[in-house]
């Protein structure tokens, strides 16, 4: 199975402009997206294997990048 970023406007692109936007205009939001975001970049780099990790910090990092998308500002 190919390896993908889970970057938001990728995830739901019908929301790109709104995900833009807010990011653009709500600073907790875009904090949270910032966060996100590194998320992403620490776990793609654990899968891909360029960066080595134990089980239990590749789990951490997926609750905390589930519980990101279940904010709400």
Not at 6 to 21: D, R, V
Not at 57 to 63: H, I, P, Q, S, T
Request: aromatic share 8%; with cysteine.
């Amino acid at each position: 199975m190919p390896l993908t970023h889970h970057l938001l406007a990728k995830k739901f692109p019908e929301y790109k402009e709104k995900i833009h936007n807010l990011k653009a205009s709500n600073n907790p939001f875009n904090r949270l997206l910032k966060r996100y975001e590194t998320i992403e970049k620490k776990l793609y780099c654990i899968e891909s294997g360029e960066q080595p990790s134990s089980d239990g910090y590749v789990n951490a990092l997926g609750k905390e990048r589930l519980q990101l998308k279940d904010e709400r500002h």
